[in-house]
């Protein structure tokens, strides 16, 4: 409950805390020579919530099995391994990380820090993914994911909302949950990011500069698929009244306003409007 309540008045600040505590944790693996022993990647993305909107800050990781070493050649992770790095090992170093930039950035709560330590952490990982598609499966379910999606609302009457839950503590059982309106408002109002802020983060050779520099050998390197692309007519491309033709674009605004012929076109009905009226 402590770090809930500086998640709330220095969100931005935790937040960044707990990508730079997961990348440096894998980083703290990854140099050593009885692991991996090389310069691995990762893909975050934050999510703040729980099944019930209540806050609760975590990230969902993807991380390559294996990395680069000289020249940008690829090590593969030990075959037989069922994870990266030994799970165990990697809850006291993450906890150890985090602490570590909180005072970097500059909470100073000595009560705070003496609670965390006593807490036992634990680093959630799964078995590898078992194909590309499976990746891409994960990564489209979390990547633009929200607090609550509209599927989840089974009804709003009399100032309450009622809404899908799954309790996690019991099993992932599914049930429901009725909170009145301001409550879920509250809730919901939890997960809203500073302004600006970046929920989906790559790292180490995965991030921009990593893959301009290693991803073109690696692709010829790993044999990885040349892919194909097929220009297709979009459904929102379809005419919406024949549902046959396809809508062709005859002009585009450049920045956040239309041309300024079009401005003066709808002044003009506007003008022509009122006249009319009067």
Known sequence: QSILYFCRSKARRIYNTLFKAAWQTLKKFEDDPQYLDTKTGMI??????GSNLSLHPHLHCI???????NKGKWKSATKGDNFLFPVKAMSPVFRAKFIAELRKQGIKD??????LFTKKWVVYSKK?????????EYLGRYTHKIAISNHRILAVKDNKVTFNIKEYRNGGKNSCLTLALTEFIRRFALHILPKGFVRIRHYGFLSS??????LANLQKELGAPIMSYKNTVTQHLVCPTCKVGTLQTVCLFKGSAPPKRWLLRLEKQKFQKNNAKT
Not at 44 to 49: K, P
Not at 63 to 69: C, D, E, Q, R, T
Not at 128 to 136: A, C, K, Q, R
């Open 63 to 69: 991380v390559p099995s294996g990395g680069i070493i």
């Open 128 to 136: 590898p993914f078992g194909s590309v598609s499976t990746v891409i």
């Open 44 to 49: 975050a993305v934050l999510h703040t919530w």
């Open 209 to 214: 500069t990593g893959k301009r520099l290693y």
């Open 110 to 115: 000595q009560k705070l820090f003496d609670v």
